[in-house]
């Protein structure tokens, strides 16, 4: 199994409904918070389930969602069905878009996911599809002095001021002895400096900024707010 097959389908990764329902609207509020005007044509690659999508929309003129996983995107089908704002991409579909037609890319918690070639293949496209004055925001980025035990610190600090501490405990214990585990033991998870991270987007054709605070409620990873540079380098 890769990731892609594991988030094509039903995971323990939360811990219950209310965990995905606060985190999704912390995504979502933090998403808004980057779109830069109403006019904006957005895009978020590797969106997940976007509970809040919707709210994201409001605040601008297009909102593109894109997932890899078929299931993930079948659900935003059903629970968008009608939005005339919101459009469900397939990531081939991405490609299709018309170049230079986009004013924000946000990519949150997908590096980790991805080999080093694969990053490097998708920030060519992202690169392409922004504006000459777009950003790309590339958030949840685990640095390599960030563990698993770090991680769980965050989560139960998130659940002890969102009212679910116990299910939050009783998630952890579950996530240790599901396939998740197996897989990130297996095939690991991708680490990047910031320094790492600003090399990579400088070769891609970017000039870059790490943010004041990541995407969602893990302030030990890192977010990145990204231009395209100028070829002329003025």
């Known amino acids: 199994m890769n990731w892609r097959d594991y988030w094509n389908q039903d995971t323990p990764i939360y811990s219950g409904e209310r965990h995905k329902i606060l985190h999704y609207r912390l995504v979502a509020n933090d998403i808004v918070g980057h779109i830069p005007s109403r006019d904006a ?67 949150n918690s997908l590096l980790q996911y991805l080999t080093l070639d694969e990053l490097r293949g998708l920030l060519k496209l992202w690169r392409a599809k922004l504006k000459s004055e777009g950003r790309l925001v590339i958030a949840d980025v685990i640095p390599p002095d960030v563990s698993p035990i770090a991680d769980a610190k965050a989560l139960l600090s998130f659940a002890w001021h969102g009212g679910f501490l116990k299910s939050a405990l009783a998630g952890l214990v579950r996530t240790a002895f599901s396939e998740y585990r197996e897989i990130r033991e297996e095939i690991g998870l991708a680490q990047y400096s910031e320094d790492e991270v600003f090399d990579i987007l400088e070769d891609a054709g970017f000039t870059s900024e790490r943010a004041p605070r990541n995407l969602g409620h893990n302030q030990a990873r890192m977010t990145f707010v990204c231009r395209v540079a100028d070829p002329a380098g003025s």
């Open 41 to 107: 044509i957005v895009l978020d690659y590797g969106c997940g389930e976007a509970l809040f999508a919707d709210q994201v929309a409001a605040q601008c003129a297009k909102l593109y969602l894109s997932d890899a996983a078929p299931l993930v995107r079948e659900r935003l089908q059903a629970k968008f069905r009608g939005q005339g704002r919101i459009a469900i991409l397939a990531p081939e579909q991405v490609a299709q878009l018309p170049d230079a037609s986009l004013d924000l890319v946000v990519v």
